[in-house]
């Protein structure tokens, strides 16, 4: 037989591992709320869009499959953001400032403080967008490209982050971070109304 106070510390050595077990296992929630908690906070919304007059007619043998708008660029012009801008808001004003009816964007780098975008999320008319919002990610710009079409912009963006590589349609809310450059080719002199018009077809 072991002696009394040997049974009663070895109890007491027990209920001492299970407290501290337990300790660990509330230090490692909280660890992983706090984490949670510090993490960027990503939300994403679905929009359907209404149908345009006529827009759930069937494709008309009138329109081409394919047709083709030929110019060439006027000049070049590279626009370059500050920090804190927001991307469209500049591209916009920087479009009507430098009067720019019908373009080609180009390229574009530089980095983000957070995003807001949208992609197409349906395969059937209307379309159905989900928009894709991060304020609090910052990541790099990889690419930009897109059309300005009777002075109207369209223009569409891929970011990367440490963890993935996002792209869509660009929205507000899109802050620059380091800097960012955007480049656009001028093309005033061709007609680009009904390069995004879904219901010419």
Known sequence: MFPENFRLRDSVGRQGAHW???????????ALTAASWARPQETRRMIAHQAPPGGEKP???AVPDVYAVTGHFDRVVVLRF??????????????KQEHIQNGVILAAVGSVRGYQLHQVSNRTLPSKDTYETNLTQGAD??????????????????LATPDRVIAGHLEPGTEVFTFAIVTIG???????????DSSYR
Request: proline share 2%.
């Open 82 to 95: 500050k920090y804190k801008t927001d991307l469209l808001a500049g591209l916009t004003r920087m479009v």
């Open 20 to 30: 501290r077990l337990a300790i660990a296992a509330c230090m490692a929630m909280l």
């Open 59 to 61: 494709n008309s043998s």
């Open 186 to 196: 001028v093309m005033n002199d061709v007609n680009f109304s009904r390069l995004d």
């Open 141 to 158: 710009i990889v690419s930009m490209n897109g059309y300005v079409m009777n002075g109207k912009l369209h223009p569409h963006i891929t």
